[in-house]
T-cell receptor
Framework: AQTVTQSQPEMSVQEAETVTLSCTYD???????LFWYKQPPSRQMILVIR??????QNATENRFSVNFQKAAKSFSLKISDSQLGDAAMYFC????????????FGTGTSLTVIP | NAGVTQTPKFQVLKTGQSMTLQCAQD?????MYWYRQDPGMGLRLIYY???????DKGEVPNGYNVSRLNKREFSLRLESAAPSQTSVYFC?????????????FGQGTRLTVV
């Protein structure tokens, strides 16, 4: 079974500062995708960013970027210029061709943004 | 812009009662999923349906049944609810087989079994 590990149950950041959320995964596959989802208090899961394993360039979406280290099987999310609206639970997810349609999720990191 | 719609949003059941969680998507997606979310355990897959007419077990299928009624609808049934099934349930859908396609989620159903 695939495993995705988020070792930080809770994190906090000052507004306007930068925070990095960690994610590691276990796989023997070479082709796969990684995702970060945000879940605010409304419970709605929202895709933040995705990364293909074959791409060496780290994905970026506005204030959100990833540090993808394929050899280390690490996929961290960096949030720059943190805003109050970034407060949420963040989930890392993994999918490869052999898992078919399944996404495997980590246990989540709860991010608090301090005004 | 409905996306994925789940009903109900909240439900309280007594042990042994049955109920069906409903899910519908209007994005013409082939794949649909049911997850449960528990504190400290992330999202765990209960069942999924790769296409209309097919269903497969996920990581935690025991105590649940599903029906892919048509391409739009994928329901989750608890035949005899147990307190261990107290959780938040999410339905999700995805368009195709490509690895990069994201899953779209409903807003969840908070189920409490007493």
């Amino acid at each position: 079974a695939q495993t995705v590990t988020q070792s930080q149950p809770e994190m906090s950041v000052q507004e306007a500062e930068t925070v990095t959320l960690s994610c590691t995964y276990d796989t023997s596959e070479s082709d796969y995708y990684l995702f970060w989802y945000k879940q605010p208090p409304s419970r709605q899961m929202i895709l933040v960013i995705r990364q293909e394993a074959y791409k060496q360039q780290n994905a970026t979406e506005n204030r959100f970027s990833v540090n993808f280290q394929k050899a280390a099987k690490s996929f961290s999310l960096k949030i720059s210029d943190s805003q109050l609206g970034d407060a949420a639970m963040y989930f890392c997810a993994y999918r490869n061709v052999n898992t078919g349609n399944q996404f495997y999720f980590g246990t989540g990191t709860s991010l608090t943004v301090i005004p | 812009n409905a996306g994925v719609t789940q009903t109900p949003k909240f439900q309280v059941l007594k042990t042994g009662q049955s109920m069906t969680l409903q899910c519908a998507q209007d994005m013409n997606h082939n794949s649909m999923y049911w997850y449960r979310q528990d504190p400290g355990m992330g999202l765990r897959l209960i069942y999924y349906s790769a296409s209309e007419g097919t269903t497969d077990k996920g990581e935690v299928p025991n105590g649940y049944n599903v029906s892919r009624l048509n391409k739009r609808e994928f329901s989750l049934r608890l035949e005899s609810a147990a307190p261990s099934q107290t959780s938040v349930y999410f339905c999700a859908s995805k368009s195709g087989q490509a690895l990069n396609t994201e899953a779209f989620f409903g807003q969840g159903t908070r189920l409490t079994v007493v």
